[in-house]
């Protein structure tokens, strides 16, 4: 039921940006924490940024200043405005949501399949 659908990779040059988006179905978006995680090949899956329910917020050291998360509650999407992009930029991005709940665990977290997000030198 629950499903995150990222869209906005592609292949741009050194310098360029791109405009990723994650739409959300099958939560309660407006309470979620949302994040960008990517994943070069051979690489361990990084956290980018995330946004919380309040708006507030985070960012990986690599991308702070270059890349902004925003999220729009009336459409249950989350993007990430990527500018100045760099070849090291270059993985796979990945959407995340983390609702926080009463019960065993306190949490439950979901990821969408990613989407490609290419730099050339």
């Known amino acids: 039921q629950v499903q995150l659908v990222e869209s906005g990779g592609g292949l741009v040059q050194t310098g360029g940006s791109l405009r990723l988006s994650c739409a959300a179905s099958?939560?309660?978006?407006?309470?979620?924490?949302m994040s960008w995680y990517r994943q070069a090949p051979g690489k361990q899956r990084d956290l980018v940024a995330s946004i919380t329910s309040a708006g507030s917020t985070n960012y990986a050291d690599f991308v702070k200043g270059r890349f902004t998360i925003s999220r729009d509650n009336a459409k249950n999407t989350v993007y990430l405005q990527m500018n100045s992009l760099k070849p090291e930029d270059t993985a796979v991005y990945y959407c995340?949501?983390?609702?926080?709940?009463?019960?065993?665990?306190?949490?439950?977290?979901?990821w969408g399949q990613g989407t490609q997000v290419t730099i050339s030198s």
């Open positions: 099958g939560i309660m978006f407006g309470v979620a924490a």
């Open positions: 995340n949501a983390l609702v926080f709940i009463l019960g065993p665990g306190g949490r439950r977290d979901y």
